[in-house]
């Protein structure tokens, strides 16, 4: 048997008995699924997400304090129009509070800056409610296959080692599954928090260097 044959033979087996798990598990498995497909999803548009914006900040900042050092701000604040980027809102209100103390535009800033970085946070909490309640649908699954073995006992007394691991099989599944789940879920919020909060560190040193250069 050639190798790509074999290979092709190896993921079809590892398919059908992850497919015969899945059905074992019962049907918490499916919201347990889902959960990790929506958690997938919210991991790869954020990381998309936080790249583009911060090539586009880097960009933008570029772009602006030159024209802010010398003076053009009408072409400045031209340039922010035409930029989509979280930043640009920023450096706007830095850009029409310009001529007044640095105390001032300061301010200004930091007020626009903490509204501009709640949309950077979006899906974040959902991402984190997930890695929460994978593993508790993982417990409820325990429990009810726990329930489903005892139900077998109590109708048939200790019955065979058949009648009684369908529930546990249902019980172990589950609970592998949801920590299965969340335990990536969790490294992914953690490192998607921390992604965060380095652009909107550097969100705030672009935008203080512009205050130094526009407050008097």
């Given amino acids: 048997m050639s190798a790509p044959v074999l290979c092709l033979a190896l993921c079809v087996s590892k398919v059908a008995f992850m497919w015969e798990l ?15 497909i929506i958690a997938l999803a919210i991991f790869l548009e954020r990381l998309w997400t936080y790249n583009r914006v911060i090539r586009e900040i880097r960009s933008l900042a570029h772009r602006v304090e030159p024209l802010a050092a010398k003076d053009r701000l009408d072409e ?16 706007l209100s830095a850009l029409r509070a310009a001529g007044r103390s640095r105390e001032q ?33 993982g417990l409820l699954g325990t429990v009810l296959g726990m329930i489903r073995a005892f139900n077998v006992i109590a109708m048939q007394g200790m019955g065979t080692p058949a009648t009684l691991g369908g529930g546990i099989s249902e019980a172990l599944i589950t609970t592998a599954s949801g920590m299965t789940v969340a335990i990536p879920v969790i490294l992914a919020h953690r490192y998607l928090s921390g992604r965060l909060e380095r652009l ?14 526009l407050g008097e």
Avoid at 22 to 36: E, N
Avoid at 112 to 127: D, H, I, K, N, S
Avoid at 201 to 210: A, F, K, P, V
Wanted: glycine fraction near 4%; charged fraction near 20%.
């Fill in 22 to 36: 899945f059905v074992k598990g019962g049907y918490l498995m499916y919201p347990i699924a889902l959960c990790s």
């Fill in 76 to 91: 400045a604040t031209t340039a922010c129009h035409q930029s989509e980027t979280p930043i640009a809102a920023i450096f």
């Fill in 200 to 213: 909107v560190i550097e969100m705030e040193e672009y935008s203080l260097r512009l205050v130094d250069l």
């Fill in 105 to 137: 535009v300061k301010a200004v800033v930091e007020e626009t800056g903490r509204r501009e970085a709640v949309p950077l946070q979006r899906f974040l909490p959902l991402l984190s409610t997930i890695a929460t309640v994978a593993p508790l649908m």
